[in-house]
């Protein structure tokens, strides 16, 4: 299979590794599962919904975790982000040449509430760890749940996020802020203001995201080897000065685009001349028009 919006977390993880060279850190035999979901009479996975282990990109060693959107939505309760910490802390030890986050989640799962909360900090916490011990991590986002919650933020914490088109990245989804604030404030059955809004074209014009690539398995796995390669002739690590140039990009945005509704404007702002037009171009065509525009993380 090649798309990676189709596939499930173990062909994403089949198909973007090298062939045979996967190994499961608790595979499905050893039905690691959260304690709190049977207390409450709801179904369980197997795997809590995500898989973790180590491969090869390329022949290089990687770590790598991949959420899997069919159960929960992805959703982060406590033995799941026990699982994405576990694999973090040990790749802090074993030092592969990079972690690949595969994310697909609406976030915490609310039926463990404070323990999915605490295990998403602490996942945070685990991703800076790795980035401060100089080991690059990528976020890669592909699939039909997008990316939400405090998720969102983790994957903002890795060293460089790559999406498809379809991919999506925010902190509230679209249900949760109609539901929150009301369907005049934002629509989320308005598909295509959801993908203007969330998708990864306009994660990438905003700095959010590093790189847009087709819906293929391939396109994700060269989008992650040349990241591997840039990364390891750049600083990995947090520094001050980077979060300081990350501050002032999020200010700029507010300053230049606060009283923005509709992202097409934002994008005519950016100086596109044709912004109607974006979301009809493929990953290359659009990249070529979108990167000298772009908001930078440095800028």
């Not at 590794?17 to 959260?34: A, H, I, Q």
């Not at 959703?75 to 799941?80: D, F, K, N, S, T």
């Not at 790749?91 to 040449?97: F, H, N, S």
């Not at 404007?265 to 990167?291: K, N, Y």
Request: proline share 4%; with cysteine.
């Amino acid at each position: 299979m090649s798309s990676f919006l189709e596939a499930s977390a173990r062909e994403r993880m089949q198909n973007l590794l090298d062939p045979d060279s996967f190994t499961e850190f608790l595979p499905p035999e050893r039905r690691v599962m959260s304690p709190h979901l049977a207390q409450l009479d709801v179904p369980v996975s197997f795997d809590d919904g995500v898989v973790i282990g180590t491969g090869k990109l390329d022949g290089k060693p990687v770590f790598a975790a991949a959420q899997e959107g069919g159960f929960m939505g992805g959703a982060v309760g406590e033995v799941h982000g026990a699982k994405l910490v576990g694999l973090l802390k040990r790749a802090m030890v074993e030092r592969p040449a990079a972690v690949l986050l595969l994310l697909e989640t609406g976030g915490v799962r609310l039926h463990e509430a404070n323990a999915g909360l605490i295990a998403v900090s602490e996942v945070m916490r685990a991703v800076l760890d790795v980035r401060a011990a100089g080991i690059p991590v990528i976020t890669l986002i592909g699939g039909a749940n997008g990316c939400f919650g405090g998720m969102g933020i983790v994957a903002r914490c890795t060293n460089m996020v790559i999406m498809s088109e379809e991919g999506r990245l925010a902190m509230s989804g679209p249900e949760v802020i109609e539901t929150a604030h009301g369907v005049e404030e934002f629509d989320s059955r308005d598909r295509a203001l959801v993908w203007r809004t969330t998708g990864g074209k306009h994660r990438y014009l905003l700095g959010d995201c590093d790189a847009v690539v087709p819906d293929e398995t391939t396109a994700f796995r060269a989008a992650a080897l040349s990241g591997i390669a840039r990364l390891q002739t750049e600083r990995v690590d947090l520094t001050l000065e980077s979060l300081e140039a990350e501050q002032k990009q999020l200010k700029r945005r507010i300053d230049d685009f606060g009283d923005e509704t509709e992202p097409a404007r934002i994008w005519e702002r950016l100086g596109i001349a044709d912004a109607t037009a974006l979301p009809m171009l493929d990953a290359d065509a659009f990249t070529a028009v979108a990167a000298p525009r772009r908001l930078g993380v440095a800028q």
